[in-house]
Structure formats: C-alpha cells, structure tokens
C-alpha cells in the first residue's frame, strides 16, 4: 500500500498512482484490482475492518460489478486530481460533484454503542463503498479553507499530492522525492 503522506483522507486516493506526469505503465497503479481497491479504503481509515472483508467477499462473487466500480473510482481519482491542481476545471468539478452527491444521498447518520451518532454509507451497490468514502472526503476536503493549500510533489515519477498550510514543503517526502532530486542535483554538479 502506498505511504499515507497527504495530510487529508480526500488526498489520499490522488496518491494510488505514481508518475501522473509520465508515459503511462502498469507499475505506476496502486490498485490494481478490487481487492486492493477495498484493502486500501481501510490502509486509509476510509472503511473499517469488517467492511473491507465483506467488500472483499462480495467482489470475489460479482467480479463484474466489481471491476465497473474500480474503472469508476480510477475515473473519479484522475478528476480529482485535475479539479484540485485546476479548481477552475468545470468538466473535472461536475464530476467529483456527481460522485459527492451519490456519497451524501447514500449517508446515514448512525447511533454509536456510545450515543456519539456517525455518518455511514449505505449504497445501492455495496461494492462503490471505496467511491463513495473517497467522494465524501474529497467533499469535505473541497468544502474547507484547506483547499487551497493542496500541492503536487515535483518528483520525478511521481506528482503526488498533499496538504502545505505553511507555504514551505516542496515534496510529498524528503525521504524519497526529495533526496532523489538532491541525489541527482549532485551528480549534475560534479
């Protein structure tokens, strides 16, 4: 699973893919089919445990209707992103807000054991419960302040995104994009 690093569960989904600038290539996906679609809801805290197996279950049985639900979350992924690297992209908008209105027609508010109530999503389709999770996060995400504060990595094979509120981090982790860029700004001056 990829490293969880953007700062905001409505990011995390734009990060299932690697090079977003470069040649497309079966290395650069992350979700390569639905299992790996529903075990990375839960990496992302987006579904619990029990979910995840029982969306796992279901995809094994309605593969069809399993993969229409992983091309549509790949679909909803690459607007995302557009819409939040270019908020005047209108194509991009109506379709996060398409996906954002299924998401909110679909949640359920939802008593705890503890009397703290909850939003849960009850789909028609149980299997677009990944979509729908990312749609409602990435709602929220575009629904705050915060927005505006949302970054690509300029790392080669990359261009993940993430949250910069302070204006001064410049890749999605110095750990890796960033040490590469030095790696190579060296060896260029010497």
């Not at 805290?45 to 979910?51: C, E, N, Q, W, Y």
């Not at 639900?69 to 690297?85: G, V």
């Not at 389709?125 to 979509?131: G, I, Q, S, W």
């Not at 995400?141 to 410049?170: K, M, Q, Y």
Request: charge should be positive; hydrophobic fraction near 45%.
């Amino acid at each position: 699973m990829p490293v969880l690093l953007a700062g905001h569960p409505g990011l995390e989904l734009c990060n299932t893919w690697a090079g977003w600038d470069e040649p497309p290539g079966p290395h650069r996906e992350w979700l390569r089919g639905y299992d790996h679609l529903a075990t990375w809801a839960g990496h992302a805290s987006l579904l619990d445990g029990p979910t995840v197996r029982r969306l796992r279950t279901t995809a094994r049985r309605e593969p069809e209707a399993a993969e229409r639900s992983l091309a549509a979350t790949r679909s909803f992924r690459a607007r995302l992103r557009t819409l939040l690297l270019d908020p005047g992209d209108a194509v991009a908008f109506g379709a996060v807000a398409a996906q954002a209105r299924r998401a909110a027609a679909a949640a359920r508010l939802t008593a705890g054991p503890d009397g703290v109530a909850s939003w849960t999503l009850a789909p028609d389709n149980p299997l677009d419960l990944p979509l729908l999770a990312c749609a409602r996060a990435a709602a929220d995400l575009l629904c705050t302040p915060a927005r505006a504060h949302v970054r690509a990595c300029p790392g080669t094979d990359c261009g993940w995104l993430f949250l910069d509120p302070r204006g001064r981090r410049r890749w999605c982790t110095m750990a890796i994009c960033g040490n590469r860029a030095k790696v190579r700004a060296y060896a260029n001056r010497h």
